[in-house]
């Protein structure tokens, strides 16, 4: 009996194995310095990263509802205010808002763009609205001249969620530095990942980034004295090393994740049954992840698998119907949009290491399992 080639969704060992010998570098570096927190590893990512974003402070703490967290707090972001959420996202974009005493007032996406529904988020801003939370999902920017628009006339900073958007730009511009700041998820499957949890805030907001700076760590501005109840949200030695290696592969990488969907998008260009998701024209995706829409998606994710195909779903459950916000979420009823996507999303493998065979052979599969 054959059994089919496999393409697993996604190979971090392998990622990880092109480039080991500059990674066993950085530990070893850090190894030796004796330093683990606080130290040049953090500062020289800090400058790096900030610079990569065209913006003039880079903040390093511990994972990317941290960095969420952190960026709502120093905006002043509490109890009794709202904050305009994309309804579908990954939970970590909610969860943040809550964490702060905000309420996340969902806002539906465009079924083709997967993104916030320009349109709908001046009906959603109240009295009590203290900020956008926008989310560049999959690594596809929304439209930031509407959103700028929008949050320059209402006077509320434009915070991005750029957890799944490294690299992403808009208009020639990194899309994290069109907004007032933008937290980042460095978690291991991003398009920057470290080897464990870590994020960062962006900003060009001296003031913004210093109260950040506190905040994760215990509050403290000069050595115990404390001036906020801050928390333990630092980013560690040996991950801002690592993370300053993979960095410098950032470029290259998404180049090629570019590449990979282009051909995809290009098989699929007359197969309306398969519904790939629409980068606006100004936008160009950090291609995080390359889903479809399609009817009858958990048999086509079985074929798939069957063929030696792995899939993921990004994501099932909205947030809105998952148990912990079924309650506080009932008076919304549905919403329609989100819930059409949640039914039928399915990320396709999409990773720097695969090549062009691998993804026509994806499409292939795909293309009969359809039929
Ligand atoms: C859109 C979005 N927001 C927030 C997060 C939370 O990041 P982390 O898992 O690093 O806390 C993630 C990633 O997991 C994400 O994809």
Redesign the pocket.
């Known amino acids: 009996m054959t059994h089919p080639v496999q393409i697993p969704f996604l190979n971090l060992t392998s990622e990880i194995e092109r480039i080991r010998p500059e990674i066993d570098q950085a530990i070893a570096r850090v190894l030796d310095s004796g330093e683990f927190i606080f130290g040049p590893e953090l500062s020289a990512f800090e400058a790096e990263f900030a610079a990569y974003n065209g913006m003039l402070h880079a903040i390093g703490v511990s ?6 967290k952190l960026m709502l707090q120093a905006y002043g972001v509490g109890p009794g205010d709202e904050v305009i959420v994309p309804a579908n ?2 939970i ?2 909610w969860l ?1 808002v809550s964490a702060v005493g905000a309420v996340p007032v969902p806002v539906e996406p465009e079924f083709d763009t997967r993104n916030l529904d320009i349109n709908l988020v001046p009906g959603a801003i109240t009295a009590k609205t203290r900020a956008i939370l926008a ?1 560049h ?1 999959y690594g596809a920017p929304c439209d930031m001249d509407a959103l700028r628009h929008i949050c320059c006339v209402r006077q509320i900073p434009l915070l991005i ?1 750029a ?2 958007s490294c690299g992403a730009e808009w208009r020639n511009s990194r899309t994290a530095c069109l907004g007032d700041a933008a ?1 980042f ?3 291991p499957t ?1 398009n920057l990942g470290a080897l464990g ?3 960062a805030v962006v900003t060009n907001s001296a003031e913004v980034a210093e109260r950040i700076r506190h905040l994760r760590n215990y509050g403290m501005t000069n050595r115990y004295r404390h001036d906020c109840k801050g928390e333990n949200g630092r980013l560690e030695e040996l991950h801002a090393a690592v993370l300053r290696v993979k960095l410098r592969h950032l470029e290259t990488n998404n180049r090629k994740r570019s590449e990979l969907a282009a051909h995809y998008l290009e098989i699929f260009a007359d197969r309306v049954e398969i519904g790939v998701q629409r980068v606006p024209s100004y936008g160009r995706s950090a291609w995080h992840l390359f889903t479809i829409a399609v009817a009858n998606r958990d048999q086509v994710a079985d074929k798939l698998k069957k063929s030696g195909v792995g899939t993921l779903i990004h994501y099932p459950v909205p947030p809105h119907l998952s148990a912990v916000y079924w309650v506080e979420m009932r008076k919304l009823n549905v919403l329609p949009v989100t819930e059409k996507l949640s039914d039928t999303i399915l990320s396709l493998p999409l990773q720097p290491l695969l090549d062009e065979t691998s993804v026509r052979r994806v499409a292939n599969i795909l293309g009969e399992v359809i039929r």
């Open positions: 994972s990317g509802l941290t960095a969420l996202t990954f970590g974009t943040a989310v999902l969620d957890a799944q937290a998820s460095f978690y991003k949890d870590a994020g």
